[in-house]
């Protein structure tokens, strides 16, 4: 029921949809999406890969620039 009169409104403005909270829920659970953490476990993978033991002096700066630049190469 709440569907039909959903479609049958003519905003265009998410706002309608707290009139509807059937639809609400519905369009919460497909627009959202879930959290990953595989491209921040990817970063932390180069950054090791970059600040080995002969490296341990590197400045925060550094080490931020050469993860940017080995992370884009791949």
């Given at each position: 029921?709440?569907?039909?009169?959903?479609?049958?409104?003519?905003?265009?403005?998410?706002?309608?949809?707290?009139?509807?909270?059937?639809?609400?829920?519905?369009?919460?659970?497909?627009?959202?999406?879930?959290?990953?953490s595989s491209a921040v476990e990817?970063?932390?993978?180069?950054?090791?890969?970059?600040?080995?033991?002969?490296?341990?002096?590197?400045?925060?700066?550094?080490?931020?620039?050469?993860?940017?630049?080995?992370?884009?190469?791949?």
């Amino acid at each position: 029921m709440q569907i039909s009169g959903y479609l049958a409104c003519k905003s265009d403005s998410v706002s309608s949809l707290l009139a509807y909270p059937t639809v609400k829920e519905a369009f919460r659970k497909s627009n959202s999406t879930l959290p990953s953490s595989s491209a921040v476990e990817r970063l932390f993978s180069v950054a090791s890969q970059v600040l080995s033991a002969r490296r341990c002096r590197m400045s925060d700066e550094t080490l931020d620039k050469l993860v940017f630049l080995q992370s884009r190469m791949k």
